[in-house]
């Protein structure tokens, strides 16, 4: 069974810094993309970053510049290292990622994490 854990998340003043990690376990064969999404109340859910297993990467307008995604291919683990934090940035951040496990290796699915919470307040 496949789980994406994250850790990192908390309260933050603006202009702050956060890194947040994301850990797959369970019975990979690989992974193919891995990101980071976000939700705010009210608002839909929307991309913040994501980087792909060859190391490219894209992010949402509204990060450019502050956000960076890395990942350890090694580890299985994806991370979001945010800078310049502003209230705006407030929202439940989810771990995603393209994930061919060893019991359904026919093709890759795609796994959630439970979210963690990052506020950004003064």
């Known amino acids: 069974q496949v789980q994406l854990v994250e850790s990192g998340g908390g309260l933050v003043q603006p202009g702050g810094s956060l890194r947040l990690s994301c850990a797959a376990s369970g019975i990979i064969f690989s992974i193919n993309a891995m990101g980071w999404y976000r939700q705010a109340p009210g608002k839909e859910r929307e991309l913040v970053a994501a980087?792909?297993?060859?190391?490219?990467?894209n992010y949402g307008d509204s990060v450019k510049g502050r956000f960076t995604i890395s990942r350890d291919s090694g580890k299985n683990t994806v991370y979001l290292q945010m800078n310049s934090l502003k209230p705006e940035d407030t929202a439940v951040y989810y771990c995603?990622?393209?994930?061919?496990?060893?019991?359904?290796?026919?093709?890759?699915?795609?796994?959630w994490g439970q979210g963690t919470q990052v506020t950004v307040s003064s």
């Open positions: 995603n990622a393209e994930i061919k496990s060893w019991d359904y290796i026919d093709d890759y699915y795609n796994y």
């Open positions: 980087i792909t297993s060859s190391g490219s990467t």
